[in-house]
């Protein structure tokens, strides 16, 4: 069900839930930016809650667009439990970017 639908080519974002088992899939679509990132993080702390026993799971295979900050609000879900899944060279990329460097920060002493 979509939680926010707005035009991709008005440069919104739209993001789907979708439960699965204990878990929970969020499907973005559009730019991850601006005003929307705070769309975001409002909907991933509304919904994660009810599946804190399952896992979340953040697709942004139709991400056109992802700013700093919105770089930065992945990063964070990641190193929350998030799994980010997407398709497609650009996205994988990132989200490898991402993986590795929350590894590095764990490796990291304090």
């Given at each position: 069900?979509?939680?926010?639908?707005?035009?991709?080519?008005?440069?919104?974002?739209?993001?789907?839930?979708?439960?699965?088992?204990?878990?929970l899939?969020?499907?973005?679509?559009?730019?991850?930016?601006?005003?929307?990132?705070?769309?975001?993080?409002?909907?991933?702390?509304?919904?994660?809650k009810?599946?804190?026993?399952?896992?979340?799971?953040?697709?942004?295979?139709?991400?056109?667009?992802?700013?700093?900050?919105?770089r930065?609000?992945l990063?964070?879900?990641?190193?929350?439990?998030v799994?980010?899944?997407?398709?497609g060279?650009?996205?994988?990329?990132?989200?490898?970017?991402?993986?590795?460097?929350?590894?590095?920060?764990?490796?990291?002493?304090?």
């Amino acid at each position: 069900m979509p939680l926010l639908t707005k035009r991709r080519n008005a440069g919104l974002l739209r993001i789907t839930t979708q439960k699965i088992g204990t878990g929970l899939r969020l499907k973005l679509d559009g730019k991850l930016s601006g005003p929307w990132l705070a769309e975001l993080e409002r909907a991933w702390s509304e919904l994660a809650k009810p599946a804190r026993n399952g896992c979340v799971i953040v697709d942004i295979t139709e991400v056109t667009h992802i700013d700093p900050e919105g770089r930065r609000l992945l990063e964070q879900m990641h190193q929350r439990g998030v799994k980010l899944t997407g398709c497609g060279i650009m996205i994988r990329d990132i989200i490898q970017q991402i993986e590795l460097s929350a590894g590095a920060s764990k490796a990291r002493p304090h």
